[in-house]
């Protein structure tokens, strides 16, 4: 079992940054893949950057490669998103997630077995 509480969003101009955080607590936290997803009102979850296990490998969709970088420390139990550059089309609810079990990387949301409840993230034109 994972639980897992975001932070950090807010609003930001058009050009700034952000640092979303993911405090993950359960035994399971340091052996699974993470990643993070964006829902805009009106659309569905989308997959932003995923990161493995271990921390080797990371995955970005196109949209955010270059602005965005997922990290994580697995003896703090915390995986970050730092965004930069932002756009208003950034803007989106922003969830943290755990890879299930079995799986290195997933990057649909049936990949997912445990998500937090969401930090808004709001850029201003």
């Known amino acids: 079992q994972v639980h897992l509480v975001e932070s950090g969003g807010g609003l930001v101009q058009a050009g700034g940054s952000l640092r979303l955080t993911c405090a993950a607590s359960?035994?399971?936290?340091?052996?699974?893949?993470m990643g993070w997803f964006r829902q805009a009102p009106g659309k569905e979850r989308e997959f932003v950057a995923g990161?493995?296990?271990?921390?080797?490998?990371?995955y970005y969709t196109d949209s955010v490669k270059g602005r965005f970088t997922i990290s994580r420390d697995n003896a703090e139990n915390s995986v970050h998103l730092q965004m930069g550059s932002l756009k208003p089309e950034d803007t989106a609810t922003y969830y943290c997630?755990?890879?299930?079990?079995?799986?290195?990387?997933?990057?649909?949301?049936?990949?997912?077995?445990?998500w937090g409840q969401g930090t808004l993230v709001t850029v201003s034109s």
């Open positions: 359960g035994r399971t936290f340091s052996s699974r893949g």
């Open positions: 997630a755990a890879v299930r079990e079995g799986l290195v990387m997933a990057v649909t949301t049936p990949g997912y077995d445990h």
């Open positions: 990161i493995t296990s271990s921390g080797a490998n990371t």
